[in-house]
């Protein structure tokens, strides 16, 4: 009897479909995938579909209204194990920036008829609403880090995913520290790698894609940022306030507080 290949699903939420991309954009190592898995439920490649359970699903972007809250929610009952792609699944995402201001303000400003948004006050991201397995960072997120993942949760071991940061790769590539030679602000030090080190081997800071690293210290950084190279308090706020703004590192150092 031919054994049952493990069934995967790939949601979305709140997001800008970029991180299924990256899977799209696998190519041929998705054959080789797509040859030792099902793909039992995934939008984005085709509208055939699978019924659950599955062994493995894949979810991108933010709980922002009601109805997502209970789907994330059914979805998890229907996972052996839930894996969250992408900075919007992981840490509110751009959306997320909602969660420092009031959020019927903006939908009186931006819609004639307010009335009729079923929304809720905070854009949050998946771990919020129900247990995860498994954070995959990055806006969007590094195909490679994804097959990883993949394979790892189907082989039953850890994913081999770096915790350390960006600055690392900045060496192994051998790139100069933009920060100490040119004086240009870079969030390397607080952010996870994964990108390459992408921006500052083209001279610009990095822009903290793949969120907090483990045990950073955002405020030391922040602190550095000002006395060191001039930046204002307001600037290093609003640096810290991009794809990842609503992961607790960088919410907690961020001077304004959300609203509850």
Not at 180 to 203: E, F, I
Not at 229 to 255: K, Q
Request: some cysteine; proline content about 7%; glycine content about 6%.
């Amino acid at each position: 009897m031919a054994r049952r290949k493990p069934k995967l699903a790939v949601w979305k939420f709140a997001s800008c479909d970029g991180c299924q991309l990256s899977l799209l954009d696998c190519e041929d190592e998705l054959l080789a995938v797509a040859g030792a898995i099902e793909i039992a439920y995934f939008l984005e490649a085709s509208r055939a579909t699978v019924r659950g359970p599955y062994d493995l699903s894949l979810v991108e972007g933010s709980i922002t209204t009601p109805h997502d809250a209970e789907r994330i929610r059914q979805i998890r009952q229907q996972s052996r194990f839930l894996v969250t792609i992408g900075a919007c699944a992981t840490a509110g995402g751009i959306q997320a920036l909602r969660n420092f201001q009031d959020v019927e303000e903006f939908t009186r400003i931006v819609y004639a008829r307010p009335e009729y948004i079923e929304t809720l006050a905070t854009s949050t991201p998946i771990a919020e609403h129900v247990p995860v397995d498994f954070e995959l960072r990055g806006c969007p997120i590094n195909k490679q880090q994804l097959l990883e993942v993949i394979t790892a949760f189907l082989q039953g071991r850890r994913p081999n995913i770096p915790t350390y940061s960006v600055c690392v790769e900045c060496k192994r590539r051998g790139t100069v520290c933009v920060m100490v030679a040119r004086g240009t602000p870079c969030l390397g030090p607080l952010t996870q790698a994964g990108c390459g080190a992408l921006c500052p081997a083209y001279n610009r800071g990095c822009y903290a894609c793949f969120g907090p690293k483990e045990t950073p210290n955002p405020a030391s950084l922040m602190q550095w940022w000002q006395e060191q190279l001039g930046v204002s308090a307001r600037d290093a706020e609003r640096a810290l306030r991009t794809f990842n703004a609503y992961a607790p590192a960088f919410r907690e150092a961020t001077i304004a507080q959300p609203n509850p």
